[in-house]
């Protein structure tokens, strides 16, 4: 059956915030409490501008929830909320020069409205940086670590009785621990605060459709050039239970998709207790730190149980499971079976590789080398025929020789990735490689990723035509009026799409489709629309709006570098 309801958004933006259609608080259910109603006039209407990748995304929604179920009302734009809560992320300077670059415009927004009232949280709240801040950012009034923001509501003196959620008073959330010697949040009530926000329904995800799942938080790599152990604080799992009872409810409300969320989403487990029920999970980690996985859940685990939530008709309820972003050292075997076994496991791993050279990996404090990562890719593409693979990589980081980069390209020729998240290396302070000499210059670091960019445009090119004249299955999650396309072959015009997996860096959702004008134009009652194949291809189509939510057959018949087009089969 088709589904026709309409795709919610949360207002994610980038440079200049967009109109968001707004939202009404949580009102108490029960009217004998209507006199205790939250008055609208005494509470803030809220905006929150997100950046970075899908993990900050998700935590917005829980935010945003938090907010609503605390009777705030959500603004339409930012000019017009009472409180901003700006989701930051660090991961290059680029990224936190965004918000700087802001202050002014937020002094006077609250010049025009001087009860407005700034959060910044997300990772350029850093224990480490708190001190210096309020210099940074000088427009704001409260900030938050990633692991403080479900305290948001608590934090801004909104908690009312019906809005403190899983928030015990006197529990002190902002523990801190040490990473690399330097102080980071402990984070470790996340997982259970995050139970609680879901219980109570507190979460307000940002569509209907396809829903972000977090599994683990913060990240026990230590890559050298990364900034997200010091933001995200070590790793911590959330109890499988609690995983499966949230994507239970997923299933009921119907969504179609979930993306299983974590910076290391396939290190899932290893921190858990031991249990009976998983005397059968040996996963074994063949590269890195020696960790006790034995009879812990892992992610294979996880993938199994959600793919067995039935629909009755004894097929997965949610039919497309996604999990991001997967790590070298802790791709298993069973990971392996799990993808090419579980029905509803999409073809697509993002699997980063950083580098095509040996020397720089090692100096990236990556811990594998090529030779395992192509191991590891030969094994998946044997196991699930087709699979789509996509990478990320960093070019100019410390001491890349041409050579080195050279050696990246040959591997991007040979891996022949479907997609490449590339990015100048942005030194970022309290990471172990700003101690070493950044000596790639600026334009040389913007040369090579161009080089590299072009040469993936034919790879990807390349993997897309094969895809001419076959069919493949569309999860549609865009309408949009033929109007609103007019300037689709300008570049970055068309392929709005949620970037993924890393948006700040430079890659295919930040291209521009294809570059030509689709030839066939919606009929009566038709609207372009677009959606994700199964391996994570947009493809562009023309039908029905009502089609929105619904998976439906296409026959490709065009391709693009970015992009296919096809026709509803
Ligand atoms: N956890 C994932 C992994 O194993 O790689 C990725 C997380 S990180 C949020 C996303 C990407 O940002 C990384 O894969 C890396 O390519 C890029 N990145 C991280 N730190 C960077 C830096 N200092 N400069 C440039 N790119 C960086
Ligand atoms: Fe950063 Fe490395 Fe952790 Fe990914 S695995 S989040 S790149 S430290
Ligand atoms: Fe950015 Fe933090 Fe994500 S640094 S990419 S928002 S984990």
């Known amino acids: 059956m088709i589904d026709l309801r309409p795709s919610r958004r949360l207002p994610v933006v980038e440079i200049l915030p967009p109109v968001s259609a707004g939202r009404d608080a949580a009102l108490p259910s ?68 965004k918000v700087v670059g802001r202050q ?19 990772c350029a709240v850093r224990e480490l940086d708190r001190g210096r801040l309020p210099r940074r950012y000088p427009a704001v009034d409260v900030f938050l670590r990633p692991d403080e923001e479900p305290e948001i509501v608590e934090r801004l003196g909104l908690a009312s009785a019906q809005a403190s959620v899983g928030i015990a008073s006197g529990v002190d959330t902002a523990r801190t621990t040490i990473v690399n010697r330097t102080v980071v949040s402990a984070a470790d009530l996340l997982p259970g605060t995050r139970a609680a926000a879901v219980a109570a329904g507190a979460v307000h995800r940002g569509s209907s459709i396809s829903a972000w799942l977090p599994i683990v938080y913060g990240c026990d790599k230590t890559c050298t050039y990364c900034i997200v152990p010091l933001t995200r604080g070590p790793e911590r799992s959330r109890p499988f239970d609690d995983i499966i009872a949230e994507a239970r409810a997923l299933a009921a409300a119907g969504y ?3 993306t299983l969320l974590g910076q290391n989403v396939n290190s899932y487990g290893h921190d858990l207790p031991p249990e009976a029920r998983f005397a059968h999970v040996d996963t074994e980690r063949s590269v890195g730190r020696r960790l006790d996985r034995a009879a812990r859940p892992d992610l294979a685990e996880l993938l199994a149980a959600v793919d067995g939530i039935g629909d009755g008709a004894g097929r997965p309820a949610i039919p497309r499971l996604r999990f991001l972003t ?11 079976d799990a993808i090419a076994g579980r029905p509803s496991v999409c073809e697509h791993l993002h699997l980063p590789i950083q580098s095509g050279d040996d020397a720089m990996l090692r100096r990236m404090g990556r811990q594998y080398t090529v030779e395992h990562y192509r191991g590891r890719v030969e094994r998946l593409r044997a196991a699930v025929p087709g699979i789509a693979v996509s990478t990320d990589v960093i070019v100019g980081f410390c001491g890349e020789t041409d050579a080195q980069f050279r050696a990246t390209l040959r591997l991007l020729e040979e ?40 040469l993936q445009e034919g790879i990807g090119l390349d ?29 970055g015009a068309a392929d709005a799409v949620a970037a ?42 023309v039908g029905d709006p009502g089609l929105v939510g619904a998976l439906v057959r296409a026959r490709i018949v065009h391709a693009g570098p970015y992009s296919l087009r096809g026709r509803l089969a």
């Not at 938090?66 to 290059?92: F, H, K, M, Q, S």
């Not at 076959?470 to 072959?489: F, Y």
């Open 256 to 258: 179609r998709e979930v």
């Open 104 to 122: 002014g415009y937020l002094a006077t927004l609250r010049d025009r409205n001087p009860a407005l009232r700034v959060v910044l949280t997300g």
């Open 415 to 454: 891996m022949r990735f479907d997609q490449v998240f590339a990015a100048a290396f942005s030194p970022r302070p309290g990471t172990p490689a700003a101690l070493l000499p950044d000596d790639v210059h600026a334009a040389e670091k913007r040369r090579r990723l161009n080089e590299l960019l072009a």
């Open 500 to 541: 993924e997996p890393d948006e700040t860096a430079a890659g295919p959702e930040k291209g521009h489709g294809d570059g030509e004008r689709p030839p066939e134009a919606p009929g009566p009652g038709e609207a372009r629309l677009a959606g994700r194949s199964r391996e994570g291809r947009l493809v562009h189509l």
């Open 326 to 336: 997967s790590h070298p050292w802790d791709l298993s075997d069973r990971l392996i």
């Open 463 to 491: 993997r897309n035509r094969a895809w001419l004249g076959r069919e493949v299955e569309v999860l549609v999650d865009q309408a949009s009026s033929p109007a609103s396309h007019d300037h689709e072959g300008e570049p």
């Open 30 to 97: 029960d009217d004998r409490l209507t006199e205790f109603r939250p008055e609208d006039v005494a509470l803030p209407s809220f905006f929150v501008w997100t950046l970075g990748c899908q993990m900050n995304r998700s935590d917005s929604e829980e935010m945003a929830g938090r907010l609503l179920a605390a009777g705030c009302p959500e603004a339409a734009t930012l000019e017009g909320a009472d409180l901003i809560v700006i989701n930051t992320c660090a991961i290059r300077e680029a990224a936190e020069a």
